[in-house]
């Protein structure tokens, strides 16, 4: 007898194949339990090791040992006429039928439930791949955070940056609604169901998921969910050799099958917008996402950006090609001018060079590229018509990009394209639901448009999201001064504001005595709310000392006042023309009102009027204005009467102009208010019914 035939008769292949079908039976039972507990890797790795050494195990059993009416005794010992052999491999054909049923009834409930993510090595194919989802709405996704299945908080970053890469990608997906980091990350850890999470960020579709590293190995699983039917339309874990290019490849398998689940095929430009890795260097690439993670952080602080910078460094420096990376590098030096904590030329030099070096990797057309040139314009170079251009070729790359939006927003607002930055906003708004930052923005922008009635309907929506944001709160509790001179009103709310260290805030704070006469809260308001390092920023640079020299006046301590008043001249005898507009056009300002209240006109207006050519409505409609209402308050206090009249006249009312209601209260103006045509001129419309409303609440 051949060797064959003596293998069929012991029933070796029999056993083989029972026992493959079983064992990979098995290892899918383990792979849904161990994903949901969130088992170390090695867990499956060990049963997966088991499972190979018993196969070889259950092949050598059965060559040595046969099953008999006695019992199993080792096959030597069995006389060939006594042998059931035949028996046995009639019960291992019913074992093996048994449990190809059990795995193609798996199969199948994996294909049309898709209740969890199928093993690496038999993918689960979409559902809805070929077959687009149809319902209204459906073209929208919320990626939830990705659990850290590692259990290490060290990954935790990691993870995220997984994350934030997949939110990039899909970003650039037209016709596709993608929410942005900022809603997404609030449900981190949530015990809310699915639907509920897609009711509040008004997605059809939800992409969940985990990230596994260990050691050399990556496994990522997603699965995308069909809010409306509860069901998933395309599930999978991809387990990797830890490199960047399966990373990156995996990113875009996941984006591709999302897009073909809601949406259709992705076109040859998306395809090749997400396709490639950024570095080859995984320790570049971990710094990258160091970086990058410590700047997505809430909060607009030069202490992030400080925190950040050593790791944008350090991934440039491993990975010269990294080109993100650079461009990283490039916002990170923008923000040190724009804040201001470091406005050397070194910084815009050290910010051109990183562009210009992640451009010869991406090219000139690059979106990422683009979006970063736009910023260099807006902080360096202070060209907004040229900011704009750039970041609207971003935006039809990239349309589901949250941060395009915003900056579309704050760049039409410097253009004073008003309803468009508004409109703007609003869009960021609808792609990030959770986030107040772009809907504060949106409040600000009306505020300054004096569009009270808009503002009030927009504050009554984002107040019912966002309670307890101080920005929109202050923003609330302003109102009622701004559009009826209801100081009462603004304290009452502004008291009940949670304090931060936001500019809208701290103004608000400091700004509120002046108009309830309270020059003592006016001097305390200084102290507690601005501390050394803010005070060492060139837009506060004797600021403070300016206010206090105010307040001390109107308290009749006017020697003190005379001091601090000539501490500000001192502090800003020589001021570095080199910095931005913003803060040069400040620091003159300040200087400015400080030798118009010394007697100085003529110095005082000179001061005044460079920084209205320094900082001028006509390059920024948003900031601009502030030059203007200094030189207009420096030519009152000197005596130049009708020219201040002259260009009160075309500021009130305006955006970002003279308010009325501010004017007709603010004890700083009362040395003009001997002059009729002053009054006239900024009586509120409104006075008579709002002094009635006050007094009728008053009783």
Known sequence: MSIFEELSRRNVFRVAVAYTIGAWFIAQIADLVLNNIGAPDWVMKSLFLLLVIG??????????YEITSEGIKRERDVIRDNSIT???????????????????????????AGDRPATASVPMTTIAESKPAARLGARSIA???????????????????IHDDLLTQLAKIHDLKVISRTSVMQYRDTNMRIPEIAAELGVATVLAGGVQR????????????????????????????????????????????????????LTTEEQQAISGAP????????????????????????????????????????????????????????????????VSPQRQQAAASAMNKAEGVLGDQSPELLAAQSEYLYRFEQDYPASLIKLQIAQAAMPGNVSIFEKLGFTQRRLGLWEESVESMLQAAELDPANASALSSATETLALMQQWSRLKNLLSRSLERFSDDTDIATIAALLPLWSQGDVGAARARFDNVRPDSGAIYVISAMELPWYEHDFDGVISSFDHLLNKEMMSLPAWVGYRQLSLALAYRRLGETDRADQLLEEVVHELATIDRSLTPTNLASMLDTLALALALQGEKTRAIEIAEEATRVHSLESDKF?????????????????????????????????????????????????????????????????????????????
């Open 214 to 265: 260990a050691g050399q190995r990556i496994r990522i699983n997603a699965q995308l969910i069909d809010v409306a039917t509860d069901q998933h339309l395309w599930a999978e874990t991809f387990d990797r050799e830890m490199t960047i290019d399966n990373l990156f490849d995996i990113q875009t398998e996941i984006t591709r099958k999302i897009v073909a689940a809601v949406r259709g095929q």
């Open 55 to 64: 196969f070889a195990a259950a092949l050598i059993i059965s060559w040595a």
């Open 143 to 161: 990626v939830l955070p990705f659990a850290n299945r590692s259990n290490r908080d060290e990954d935790l970053f990691f993870t995220d940056g």
């Open 279 to 342: 570095t080859q260097s995984l320790e570049a690439y971990d710094a990258f996402l160091r970086a990058r993670n410590l700047l997505t952080g809430s909060g607009y602080s030069m202490e992030k950006y400080k925190a950040a910078q050593p790791y944008a460094e350090k991934a440039v420096a491993i990975d010269p090609k990294f080109a993100l990376a650079h461009l990283l590098l490039a916002d990170i030096h923008g923000n040190a001018v724009w804040i201001g904590y470091d």
């Open 86 to 112: 035949h028996l046995t491999a009639r019960k291992l054909d019913y074992i093996t039928v048994a449990a190809a049923l059990g795995v193609a009834g798996m199969f199948g409930w994996q294909q049309m």
């Open 623 to 699: 900031e601009g204005q502030w030059p203007l209402k200094v030189l207009c308050q420096v030519l009152a206090l000197s005596g130049e009467r009708d020219r201040a009249l002259e260009m009160m006249a075309q500021l009130i009312d305006q955006p970002n102009g003279f308010v009325r209601w501010v004017m007709y209260l603010d004890p700083r103006w009362d040395f003009f208010r001997d002059d009729e045509r002053f009054n006239e001129l900024i009586r509120p419309h409104n006075l008579e019914q709002s002094v009635h409303a006050q007094e009728g609440a008053a009783q």
